[in-house]
């Protein structure tokens, strides 16, 4: 009988504790999860921004934005690869020229992209590439980019470690069209 007195003594407050502590982590747990799903809509925004603006540009019959071809890409810090960390290793337009071009008239026979007449044809952006004419604007895409800063609650940055604020960067390209609808 003693000893059920002293376990229960020695127990007192601890259901208090225990509600305290599992209040504060529902609470941090709610508050993630709303600060997560306003990060979620404040992307989508800039990407439908960006991409409505790049649509706009993709209509018209102006200028072509400027690219430089990819040659790979590095994951970034999680080693995933199509995550917002992922970084492109710029490439150059000679790899495209020497891989693309080359495959393009075997033995630098561009006959076939001539009509009958010798006239060029319409279409004859691997020409110009392979003859290093405008190379970057060749391809007619248009770019678009946007970006948020998101302030990060004290509350999260404190216990995660986040930084004071979040910035969300979004670039969409499009192939320029001319008004073709």
């Given at each position: 009988m003693m000893?059920?007195?002293i376990n229960r003594r020695d127990r007192s407050g601890q259901a208090i504790v225990e509600f305290i502590v599992g209040l504060f982590g529902i609470i941090?747990?709610?508050?993630?999860?709303?600060?997560?799903?306003?990060?979620?809509?404040l992307d989508s925004d800039s990407l439908v921004r960006a991409s409505a603006d790049a649509i706009s540009s993709s209509m018209g019959h102006g200028i072509s934005s400027?690219?430089?071809?990819?040659?790979?890409?590095?994951?970034?810090?999680?080693d995933k690869p199509y995550t917002k960390d992922?970084?492109?290793?710029?490439?150059?337009?000679?790899?495209?020229?020497?891989?693309?071009?080359?495959?393009?008239?075997p033995g630098g026979d561009w006959s076939g992209t001539r009509r009958g007449d010798g006239s060029s044809v319409v279409y004859n952006e691997i020409v110009?590439?392979?003859?290093?004419?405008?190379?970057?604007s060749t391809f007619g895409f248009v770019s678009s980019r946007?970006?948020?800063?998101?302030?990060?609650?004290?509350?999260?940055?404190?216990?995660?470690?986040l930084p004071g604020e979040i910035v969300i960067r979004n670039e969409v390209w499009m192939p320029q069209t001319g008004g073709l609808y």
């Open positions: 000893n059920r007195a941090l747990l709610a508050a993630l999860v709303f600060f997560l799903g306003h990060v979620q809509l400027t690219f430089t071809p990819l040659a790979d890409w590095d994951e970034g810090g999680d992922d970084r492109a290793i710029h490439g150059n337009f000679y790899r495209l020229r020497s891989h693309i071009t080359s495959s393009s008239a110009h590439v392979n003859d290093g004419v405008l190379s970057q946007d970006s948020e800063t998101v302030p990060v609650p004290p509350i999260i940055q404190n216990i995660l470690g």
